[in-house]
């Protein structure tokens, strides 16, 4: 495989990765320990609707160098695409094994945006699972967009930290928007990891296995957070169904 190129499946018309989740991890790690200033997302049904829905956003998308098809639904589509051994790379599973690589390579790994107290308790597991991990910093992030002047003072220290991994939690499209601003300018390989944080930190339960093998993660999450995430799922899931099979009749029409 060409590093600098890895491969790209269409599904609803955004680019999916089609790749195994160790493949993804050795190109974030060989990324990180040359501190290369990549942007790296990790998709599922909502973010490629947002993607579909705001022009902008989609570009983001387009322009990254790696989206792992984290949700079921999207690991389906590739299947039913031809890539019949594709398997789900989740934001959880990737979370991990960057952790064990960074630690075998010694490269630092910052952890940016959720909350103090999230951060806390991340840390305090982390320091039990990998206890060799290199964490340069764990930073929340306000709420507000930063100034001009922050946002410099918050690139010159990701940048002193010499972290070549940056694990950011601001929730999509937001994280997503705020890695493609800073590629270029954080030399660091980062990754959107949205609601690991506070699950990985034991504040939300993270769903079991059988729930995220079957596709049905999201129902368990809707019981969890209903308030929060009912209008999501009710706007995103549906159209996503119509595109999925417009585009499995399209393909069909052609053989």
């Not at 100034?147 to 937001?174: F, M, V, W, Y």
Request: proline share 7%; glycine share 8%.
């Amino acid at each position: 495989m060409n590093q600098a190129e890895p491969p790209r499946r269409q599904v609803i018309g955004i680019s999916i990765n089609p790749l195994s989740l160790s493949q993804h991890v050795n190109l974030i790690l060989g990324w990180a320990t040359q501190n290369e200033s990549r942007a790296v997302y990790v998709a599922n049904v909502h973010m490629l609707m947002e993607a579909r829905w705001n022009p902008d956003f989609r570009q983001v998308l387009h322009a990254a160098d790696l989206v792992t098809p984290d949700g079921m639904p999207l690991v389906w589509m590739l299947r039913l695409l031809g890539i019949y051994d594709q398997e789900r790379v989740a934001g959880m599973d990737l979370l991990r094994e960057l952790c064990v690589g960074s630690q075998s390579r010694s490269i630092g790994v910052l952890f940016l945006g959720s909350s103090a107290q999230i951060l806390a308790k991340m840390r305090q597991r982390l320091d039990i699972e990998y206890p060799s991990l290199n964490i340069v910093g764990m930073d929340p992030l306000p709420f507000r967009p930063l100034t001009p002047s922050e946002d410099r003072d918050l690139i010159n220290k990701i940048n002193q930290s010499k972290a070549g991994l940056l694990l950011l939690s601001l929730g999509c499209p937001k994280q997503e928007k705020w890695i493609a601003a800073h590629r270029g300018r954080v030399n660091a390989t980062m990754i959107g990891l949205g609601g690991v944080f506070p699950v990985y930190a034991g504040l939300q339960a993270y769903a079991p296995q059988w729930a995220r093998d079957s596709g049905l993660e999201w129902a368990y999450r809707l019981c969890q957070e209903p308030g929060r995430l009912w209008r999501r799922y009710a706007t995103t899931i549906p159209p996503f169904l119509w595109l999925a099979a417009q585009q499995l009749a399209n393909r069909s029409s052609k053989h």
